[in-house]
């Protein structure tokens, strides 16, 4: 069973940024894709962007390109969002979520994309 803790949610001004980290207690950390997901009041929860077991590959949805960025340390067994240009239809619980993906491209570009494991989540609130 794979246990993630997100961490770095908080309240900023539209324009502003923050930094989400997720941990994983899965020593094999590096077999996992990662991603994020988020769900705003009312909603469901939906995609955001994941990066493959190395790295290499990330994919994002068209709403946070070129101003969210993720990325992975492996040797830490964390995944990290960095969040720029925040707007206020940002806020939302994101979620952080790993999955054993055995096809990336697969995966990425199906609607039904989920992951098995899931965090706590952790609020983010952007003020305008």
């Known amino acids: 069973q794979v246990q993630l803790v997100e961490s770095g949610g908080g309240l900023v001004q539209a324009g502003g940024s923050l930094r989400l980290s997720c941990t994983a207690s899965e020593y094999t950390f590096s077999r996992y894709t990662m991603g994020w997901f988020r769900q705003a009041p009312g909603k469901e929860r939906d995609f955001v962007t994941a990066i493959s077991r190395s790295g290499s590959l990330t994919y994002y949805a068209d709403s946070v390109k070129g101003r969210f960025t993720i990325s992975r340390d492996n040797a830490e067994n964390t995944v990290y969002l960095q969040m720029n240009s925040l707007k206020p239809e940002d806020t939302a619980v994101y979620y952080c979520?790993?999955?054993?993906?055995?096809?990336?491209?697969?995966?990425?570009?199906?609607?039904?994309?989920?992951?098995?494991?899931w965090g706590q989540g952790t609020q983010v609130t952007v003020s305008s």
């Open positions: 979520g790993a999955g054993l993906v055995s096809s990336w491209y697969t995966w990425t570009t199906s609607k039904d994309r989920t992951f098995p494991y």
